[in-house]
């Protein structure tokens, strides 16, 4: 299964992954949807472990705002259950000016994607990245909400006109990708 979306206007999108059910960061993370004024959310992975406050929390932001997401290596059908939008799809396609971005958790196998023009995008690792791949493709990764490692703060990805910006929880910018 898969999900596609086109952005066709003016784009504002969070992008976030590795929640793992920790209701302080969740809250965190929604109060920054808000801040960003985004028009979408997009989920990487690893949301809910079982947390059902945690998934009332992400269903009222999702009739709000929208939320696109991805399976994790954590998600379950126990946790989809809980959720009012699906959470069971391996990767997902954004088409971005003249790039495709493919997402995933990255707990899978990727696919052949070209190097040129194309990004991959996700999660597992739990540390942020921005580095171009030994394929030659940007590989991309907004950290973790509430588990960072590699010495990372919590945070997430903003996906703008501009290109990407990396943020922690409190909105501060620490790094920034143009296209």
């Known amino acids: 299964m898969r999900i596609e979306h086109t ?13 793992h059910g920790a ?9 920054a949807c808000y801040l960003e004024q985004v028009e979408t ?8 472990d079982g947390n059902k406050e945690v998934a009332e929390l992400l269903n009222a932001l999702n009739r709000d705002k929208g939320i696109f997401c991805v399976r994790g290596n954590c998600d379950y059908p126990e946790d989809q259950a809980m959720l009012d939008f699906p959470i069971m799809a391996e990767y997902c396609l954004l088409f971005v000016r003249d790039r495709v971005i493919f997402a995933a958790h990255g707990h899978r196998a990727l696919p052949n994607i070209s190097p040129e023009r194309s990004i991959l995008l996700h999660g597992h690792t739990h540390a942020p990245a921005w580095d171009r791949s030994k394929a030659g493709f940007l590989d991309l990764c907004p950290g973790s909400v509430s588990k960072p490692r590699q010495n990372s703060q919590r945070g997430y990805m903003v996906l703008n006109d501009n290109g990407f910006l990396w ?8 790094h920034e990708l143009r296209f």
């Not at 784009?11 to 976030?16: S, Y």
């Open 7 to 19: 952005i066709r206007r003016e784009m504002n999108i969070i992008i976030a992954s590795d929640i």
């Open 41 to 48: 959310i997009l989920l990487l992975g690893d949301i809910l």
């Open 167 to 174: 943020k922690d929880l409190d909105g501060r910018t620490y």
């Open 23 to 31: 209701v302080s960061d969740c809250t965190k993370f929604i109060k």
